[in-house]
């Protein structure tokens, strides 16, 4: 791999992003952030701004509202980018999907990359997921 | 000094220094992340993870938000530089102070060249950190020359007594402001590296891909410039001043663990008092015991 | 050559008076500009002179006009019921009929007029801003009134005031009869009180009148200083100012008057606690406070203090004016940080850097006088193209407010590029301003409380002028600003100066060898500034026996940085439309790529507001003026005090 993709794969920055999740998955994402599980090691940073931001975590069934959220700040993460929806609410909105307010799952808006089903997930899973997500990010 | 030197052996110093730099300030960033993470009780990153996010961020894809932005991330990364190199030429450190003021001004124009909130506290913030901390270092460019008779960087080779004897208490209220430059708590006010998330990335909000990498890249320069500053309290033999300099570093790590963020307010607060009280101290107990030049 | 740059500007000044017609007092007044331009350059080419005009008895003609003068500011303190213009009035006339009448002095002393290199400095300094500033004016004038719908034009008589103050300000810096210098003094004070009254509002007036009274506490003391130098020293030779300066008299005597006419200085160039003058006089028109209030009638304050250096140096009066000096450089330094009116902020400026130079007149080595020097020009230079931006920025959004000027880049790009250079050229390297303050702190050891508050004050300086700067640049995700049109009136003016910051800065290594090392020498004997190599500055130390450098300064290769670093990304990096991302709004914005609104409670749309900070609890003028006013009158007290005792 050459240089850009080594880097691209060695220092994904996050942002993680709510839309309406019960915040069971929220949890589990900060707590890969934990010296527990301590995903600094693999260049992880959680950087709460898009612009800055590599990989989108995105937890929680889409709604109106957040629709548009979801669609602004996808925008502004700059190229090359990898969306991994996580939870089971992310990928297909679970248990909401016939809600008046749920519109469906996150790729409902927007492109998803990885999916990592569970209720909440497992932060091993998380992890499982991201790796997954740079691999895709590295062949980009 | 300008004439000593042969003009070759000065170019080579500002080309090994603009190469050499970076690498050592990107080191210095990957260790303060690897200490960092063991004190918290993790492995935390490799000790080269500041290149690899320089090269990833370089990758991205350029977007901005005003065109005004460009000019001043390199005013700042150029003006850095220079006075880096104003360091290595050993000349007039009033004038380095002057220039890295400049460096500072430019970050804190780029945080305010898009009507961002985020960056607009961000820059009002840098503002208020160099307001903190730009009244000491004049103040020790001024103890030098009180102590010897210039403001040339090359005199205080030439001298015999280390600067640290003389100029304990400057020295102090410099590690003050290594606090307040390297962006550590409890001074983190403005923009830091964590994803602390008061006011997002403040002054870096609205900068992405390749003019963030220029950032880094102008931190990087930063933390040789401040080191290399703090080593000159002790530049005979320098390696003493470079080990007290590390040795500053580390303490800095250690606090940034330990203390909490603190308001701007405060900062100042303290700054202008007990930074001013320890620099105004010592230029007084010098002026007093030596008389003028 | 002299009689035409004092009597020109006077002859000019009334034939404008008389014109009405718009385009034919533009032509007099370009015309005016021209010659007074010319004639002072040809004066600095042909080099210092002296001269004392015979044939009219002009010295009964001065005290007859000085009389005029008094007596119309009585007429001016009893119509508008201000009892402190008519009580420094009298405080005036009643010692000046003394002098003339009961001590029958003679005012008859040669040579009249001594023209130094410093003089040469000044006089460029008048005739070149001065001149491009009243070329501002015609124009600016013009839409002023437009805009105020008013329907008689008073234009003729704001050009003649403007006009005829040129005339008196080349008129002080000539003179060497102390009363002659008296005259012209009393002369821009007059101009003074009737340009800031000329809108004629009853805020104007008042604050005309305030200024009145406090330069007239100034010419009371002048006053004074001539009665007890005459009385003390025997005759009118004591009134020579070559001959005050010269050492010719008794030092412990002479200082007494000195310390007076240093006060004098004082409020002419609006120091605490004297600034409430020129705050007030910002509400006069644009161009008046870009020739009187920054760059030429204050300096005439700062440049008698200079003039009188050599006869206070080494005294503890020397020392007292340094800190005074360095005092209102800190305190006003501190009270711009909390304004929010442009003019405001320049005005506390001017007079911070009045101090600046002030101090540096106080700490008298060669190398402080050498940083007066040119601080005093560089000051000039930028502070006037500021003010002259001011007022192009009021007359475009039709506001002098800071908060208003906000993404004035997008609307206004040209004029947000000058001003944007203007204000990085009053306190960054390598611009001629930071120069000169680099080597006035280089300087400043030899008074380390100046020292201090130098320190303090340039830390403040950095804050004010990147918040305004900031302000100005916060722009939407936009592309495409248009370019403003500006009328020749006023981009001539701004381009010169602008030209001109750039050409004096990159040139001020053979400028200074060349011309001003002459006139640092007028004030002190000796050089410590030396250009080496590619226009390197070198300081060196004061004792002659080792040349011990104090530091450096490369010019050209820091102007050339400069360039690459700002310049070159902002020509060379374009943005694409596709490039362009919304600010950060947490997602949460509606609209396009440039909006600024964002969906709060309920999706309401609601527009983002920024504000600047002020810090108006602890830095504003309610908070800082009464004890920064304290200090300065203790200080004041002090420093008369040191002329008083005879201690040296």
Same mark, same amino acid.
């Given at each position: 791999?050459?240089?850009?993709?080594?880097?691209?794969?060695?220092?994904?920055?996050?942002?993680?992003?709510?839309?309406?999740?019960?915040?069971?998955?929220?949890?589990?994402?900060? /707590?890969?952030?934990?010296?527990?599980?301590?995903?600094?090691?693999?260049?992880?940073?959680?950087?709460?701004?898009?612009?800055?931001?590599?990989?989108?975590?995105?937890?929680?069934?889409?709604?109106?509202?957040? /629709?548009?959220?979801?669609?602004?700040?996808?925008?502004?993460?700059?190229?090359?980018?990898?969306?991994?929806?996580?939870?089971?609410? /992310?990928?297909?909105?679970?248990?909401?999907?016939?809600?008046?307010?749920?519109?469906?799952?996150?790729?409902?808006?927007?492109?998803?990359?990885?999916?990592?089903?569970?209720?909440?997930?497992?932060?091993?899973?998380?992890?499982?997921?991201?790796?997954?997500?740079?691999?895709?990010?590295?062949?980009? | 000094?300008?004439?000593?030197?042969?003009?070759?052996?000065?170019?080579?110093?500002?080309?090994?220094?603009?190469?050499?730099?970076?690498?050592?300030?990107?080191?210095?960033?990957?260790?303060?992340?690897? @200490?960092?993470?063991?004190?918290?009780?993790?492995?935390?990153?490799?000790?080269?993870?500041?290149?690899?996010? %320089?090269?990833?961020?370089?990758? #991205?894809? *350029? @977007?901005?938000?005003?065109?005004?932005?460009?000019?001043?991330?390199?005013?700042?990364?150029?003006?850095?530089?220079?006075?880096?190199?104003?360091?290595?030429?050993?000349?007039?450190?009033?004038?380095?102070? %002057?220039?890295?003021?400049?460096?500072?001004?430019?970050?804190?124009?780029?945080?305010?060249?898009?009507?961002?909130?985020?960056?607009?506290?961000?820059?009002?913030?840098?503002?208020?950190?160099?307001?903190?901390?730009?009244?000491?270092?004049?103040?020790?460019?001024?103890?030098?020359?009180?102590?010897?008779?210039?403001?040339? @960087?090359?005199?205080?080779? #030439?001298?015999? $007594?280390?600067?640290?004897?003389?100029?304990?208490?400057?020295?102090?209220?410099?590690?003050?402001?290594?606090?307040? $430059?390297?962006? #550590?708590?409890?001074?983190?006010?403005?923009?830091?590296? *964590?994803?602390?998330?008061?006011?997002? $990335?403040?002054?870096?909000?609205?900068?992405?891909?390749?003019?963030?990498?220029?950032?880094?890249?102008?931190?990087?320069?930063? @933390?040789?410039?401040?080191?290399?500053?703090?080593?000159?309290?002790?530049?005979?033999?320098?390696?003493?001043?470079?080990?007290?300099?590390?040795?500053?570093?580390?303490?800095?790590?250690?606090?940034?663990?330990?203390?909490?963020?603190?308001?701007?307010?405060?900062?100042?607060?303290?700054?202008?008092?007990?930074?001013?009280?320890?620099?105004?101290?010592?230029?007084?107990?010098?002026?007093?015991? #030596?008389?003028?030049? | 050559?002299?009689?035409?740059?004092?009597?020109?500007?006077?002859?000019?000044?009334?034939?404008?008076?008389?014109?009405?017609?718009?385009?034919?007092?533009?032509?007099?007044?370009?015309?005016?500009?021209? !010659?007074?331009?010319?004639?002072?350059?040809?004066?600095?080419?042909?080099?210092?002179?002296?001269?004392?005009?015979?044939?009219?008895?002009?010295?009964?003609?001065?005290?007859?006009?000085?009389?005029?003068?008094?007596?119309?500011?009585?007429?001016?303190?009893?119509?508008?019921?201000?009892?402190?213009?008519?009580?420094?009035?009298?405080?005036?006339?009643?010692?000046?009929?003394?002098?003339?009448?009961?001590?029958?002095?003679?005012?008859?002393?040669?040579?009249?007029?001594?023209?130094?290199?410093?003089?040469?400095?000044?006089?460029?300094?008048?005739?070149?801003?001065?001149?491009?500033?009243?070329?501002?004016?015609?124009? &600016?004038?013009?839409?002023?009134?437009?805009? !105020?719908?008013?329907?008689?034009?008073?234009?003729?008589?704001?050009?003649?005031?403007?006009?005829?103050?040129?005339?008196?300000?080349?008129?002080?810096?000539?003179?060497?009869?102390?009363?002659?210098?008296?005259?012209?003094?009393?002369?821009? =004070?007059?101009?003074?009180?009737?340009?800031?009254?000329?809108?004629?509002?009853?805020?104007?007036?008042?604050?005309?009148?305030?200024?009145?009274?406090?330069?007239?506490?100034?010419?009371?003391?002048?006053?004074?200083?001539?009665?007890?130098?005459? !009385? =003390?020293?025997?005759?009118?030779?004591?009134?020579?100012?070559?001959?005050?300066?010269?050492?010719?008299?008794?030092?412990?005597?002479?200082?007494?008057?000195?310390?007076?006419?240093?006060?004098?200085?004082?409020?002419?160039?609006?120091?605490?606690?004297?600034?409430?003058?020129?705050?007030?006089?910002?509400?006069?028109?644009?161009?008046?406070?870009?020739?009187?209030?920054?760059?030429?009638? +204050?300096?005439?304050?700062? &440049?008698?203090?200079?003039?009188?250096?050599?006869?206070?140096?080494? =005294?503890?009066?020397?020392?007292?004016?340094?800190?005074?000096?360095?005092?209102?450089?800190?305190?006003?330094?501190?009270?711009?940080?909390?304004?929010?009116?442009?003019?405001?902020?320049?005005?506390?400026?001017?007079?911070?850097?009045?101090?600046?130079?002030?101090?540096?007149?106080?700490?008298?080595?060669?190398?402080?006088?050498?940083?007066?020097?040119?601080?005093?020009?560089?000051?000039?230079?930028?502070?006037?193209?500021?003010?002259?931006? !001011?007022? =192009?920025?009021?007359?475009?959004?039709?506001?002098?407010?800071?908060?208003?000027?906000?993404?004035?880049?997008?609307?206004?790009?040209?004029?947000?590029?000058?001003?944007? +250079?203007?204000?990085?050229?009053?306190?960054?390297?390598?611009?001629?301003m930071l120069l000169g303050k680099w080597i006035a702190l280089e300087a400043a050891y030899m008074v380390p409380l100046a020292a201090i508050f130098f320190v303090l004050a340039s830390t403040l300086t950095i804050v004010f002028w990147t918040k305004w700067l900031g302000r100005l640049l916060?722009?939407?995700?936009?592309?495409?600003?248009?370019?403003?049109?500006?009328?020749?009136?006023?981009?001539?003016?701004?381009?010169?100066?602008?030209?001109?910051?750039?050409?004096?800065?990159?040139?001020?290594?053979?400028? &200074?060898?060349?011309?001003?090392?002459?006139?640092?020498?007028?004030?002190?004997?000796?050089?410590?500034?030396?250009?080496?190599?590619?226009?390197?500055?070198?300081?060196?130390?004061?004792?002659?026996?080792?040349?011990?450098?104090?530091?450096?300064?490369?010019?050209?290769?820091?102007?050339?940085?400069?360039?690459?670093?700002?310049?070159?990304?902002?020509?060379?990096?374009?943005?694409?439309?596709?490039?362009?991302?919304?600010?950060?709004?947490?997602?949460?914005?509606?609209?396009?790529?440039?909006?600024?609104?964002?969906?709060?409670?309920?999706?309401?749309?609601?527009?983002?507001?920024?504000?600047?900070? &002020?810090?108006?609890?602890?830095?504003?003028?309610?908070?800082?003026?009464?004890?920064?006013?304290?200090?300065?009158?203790?200080?004041?007290?002090?420093?008369?005090?040191?002329?008083?005792?005879?201690?040296?």
């Open positions: 791999m050459g240089l850009m993709q080594t880097s691209r794969v060695k220092s994904p920055w996050i942002l993680h992003f709510d839309n309406s999740s019960c915040n069971g998955c929220d949890i589990e994402v900060l /707590a890969c952030l934990t010296p527990l599980y301590d995903v600094e090691r693999f260049g992880m940073v959680n950087m709460g701004n898009p612009k800055h931001a590599d990989i989108l975590l995105i937890t929680g069934p889409v709604n109106r509202r957040t /629709a548009r959220v979801l669609k602004n700040l996808y925008n502004q993460v700059p190229d090359p980018k990898v969306v991994v929806a996580v939870g089971t609410c /992310a990928s297909t909105a679970g248990v909401f999907h016939n809600c008046y307010n749920v519109l469906g799952g996150v790729d409902k808006i927007i492109p998803v990359d990885v999916y990592v089903p569970g209720c909440s997930v497992r932060p091993e899973a998380i992890i499982d997921g991201v790796v997954m997500a740079l691999q895709k990010l590295a062949s980009l | 000094m300008w004439g000593d030197r042969h003009m070759l052996e000065q170019f080579i110093l500002v080309i090994a220094t603009l190469v050499g730099a970076p690498l050592a300030g990107g080191l210095l960033f990957g260790i303060d992340r690897k @200490i960092t993470a063991r004190l918290q009780g993790r492995y935390g990153p490799p000790v080269i993870q500041p290149f690899y996010d %320089f090269f990833k961020l370089l990758g #991205k894809e *350029h @977007i901005a938000v005003s065109r005004l932005q460009f000019i001043w991330i390199y005013g700042y990364l150029v003006f850095m530089v220079v006075s880096l190199i104003f360091l290595v030429l050993k000349s007039d450190i009033l004038l380095l102070v %002057f220039l890295l003021g400049f460096a500072g001004v430019s970050l804190v124009l780029g945080g305010f060249s898009t009507k961002s909130p985020y960056a607009h506290f961000g820059a009002n913030r840098e503002l208020l950190q160099i307001m903190a901390y730009e009244p000491v270092l004049l103040l020790f460019a001024i103890g030098i020359y009180a102590q010897n008779g210039s403001f040339l @960087i090359s005199e205080i080779f #030439k001298q015999d $007594k280390p600067l640290l004897f003389s100029l304990w208490p400057l020295f102090l209220a410099v590690l003050y402001v290594l606090t307040i $430059k390297m962006r #550590k708590s409890p001074f983190d006010i403005a923009t830091s590296h *964590h994803g602390h998330q008061e006011i997002v $990335k403040g002054v870096t909000t609205e900068y992405s891909g390749p003019y963030f990498a220029l950032f880094h890249l102008a931190e990087w320069y930063e @933390i040789v410039l401040l080191l290399g500053i703090i080593s000159l309290f002790w530049a005979n033999p320098l390696w003493v001043g470079i080990l007290i300099a590390l040795v500053a570093f580390l303490l800095e790590l250690l606090v940034d663990n330990i203390a909490a963020r603190m308001t701007a307010r405060w900062m100042v607060r303290l700054s202008w008092s007990i930074g001013l009280l320890l620099g105004v101290i010592n230029i007084a107990y010098i002026y007093l015991t #030596k008389g003028v030049s | 050559m002299m009689a035409i740059a004092i009597l020109l500007p006077v002859a000019a000044g009334l034939l404008i008076l008389a014109i009405r017609n718009y385009y034919a007092r533009n032509v007099v007044v370009v015309a005016t500009s021209i !010659a007074l331009i010319v004639n002072s350059v040809l004066l600095s080419i042909n080099g210092p002179f002296t001269y004392t005009p015979d044939g009219v008895n002009w010295g009964l003609f001065i005290t007859i006009l000085d009389y005029a003068i008094l007596l119309f500011y009585l007429y001016i303190g009893f119509t508008l019921r201000n009892w402190l213009v008519v009580i420094f009035a009298f405080t005036q006339l009643i010692p000046l009929a003394y002098f003339e009448f009961i001590m029958k002095a003679h005012l008859e002393l040669s040579p009249a007029f001594v023209v130094d290199h410093l003089s040469l400095v000044m006089t460029l300094i008048i005739s070149i801003i001065g001149s491009l500033i009243c070329i501002f004016a015609l124009r &600016y004038m013009y839409d002023h009134e437009h805009h !105020a719908h008013l329907t008689k034009s008073r234009q003729s008589r704001f050009l003649f005031w403007l006009v005829l103050f040129l005339g008196a300000m080349n008129g002080l810096v000539f003179a060497n009869n102390l009363f002659w210098l008296y005259f012209f003094w009393e002369v821009t =004070t007059l101009c003074c009180y009737q340009l800031i009254s000329h809108d004629r509002t009853q805020e104007a007036i008042n604050n005309a009148a305030r200024a009145l009274w406090m330069n007239a506490t100034g010419g009371t003391a002048f006053i004074f200083a001539i009665i007890y130098l005459y !009385a =003390t020293q025997g005759g009118s030779s004591a009134l020579s100012v070559q001959t005050l300066i010269g050492g010719g008299m008794q030092a412990s005597v002479v200082l007494l008057p000195v310390a007076l006419l240093c006060y004098t200085g004082f409020t002419k160039a609006a120091q605490m606690p004297f600034q409430s003058w020129l705050l007030g006089a910002m509400v006069a028109p644009t161009p008046v406070s870009a020739l009187l209030h920054s760059s030429t009638m +204050v300096k005439a304050g700062v &440049y008698l203090v200079l003039r009188l250096a050599p006869a206070f140096a080494g =005294t503890y009066l020397s020392i007292a004016i340094a800190v005074t000096g360095a005092f209102t450089f800190f305190a006003t330094s501190a009270l711009a940080v909390s304004q929010t009116t442009g003019k405001r902020v320049l005005a506390y400026s001017t007079i911070a850097n009045l101090g600046l130079i002030i101090a540096c007149a106080g700490i008298n080595t060669p190398l402080s006088v050498a940083a007066a020097i040119l601080l005093i020009i560089f000051h000039a230079i930028s502070k006037g193209l500021l003010f002259l931006c !001011a007022g =192009t920025i009021e007359h475009q959004i039709w506001s002098r407010e800071i908060e208003d000027m906000e993404g004035l880049a997008a609307k206004a790009p040209l004029t947000t590029l000058i001003t944007a +250079v203007g204000i990085l050229s009053m306190f960054l390297p390598p611009f001629g916060q722009v939407l995700p936009k592309l495409g600003w248009p370019m403003e049109k500006l009328s020749l009136s006023y981009s001539a003016p701004l381009w010169t100066l602008l030209v001109g910051i750039f050409a004096v800065g990159i040139g001020v290594g053979p400028i &200074y060898q060349n011309f001003l090392l002459d006139a640092t020498h007028n004030v002190v004997s000796g050089n410590q500034i030396f250009v080496i190599g590619w226009n390197n500055l070198v300081l060196t130390s004061a004792s002659f026996i080792q040349r011990d450098i104090l530091g450096i300064f490369p010019i050209w290769p820091l102007y050339l940085i400069l360039v690459v670093a700002l310049l070159l990304p902002l020509l060379l990096i374009g943005l694409k439309p596709t490039e362009l991302r919304p600010v950060y709004l947490c997602g949460e914005q509606v609209g396009g790529t440039d909006t600024d609104e964002w969906s709060a409670e309920a999706d309401q749309k609601t527009k983002f507001l920024l504000g600047g900070y &002020y810090f108006q609890s602890s830095l504003g003028e309610k908070k800082v003026n009464p004890w920064a006013n304290t200090i300065a009158i203790v200080l004041l007290v002090i420093m008369i005090g040191c002329g008083v005792i005879v201690i040296c």
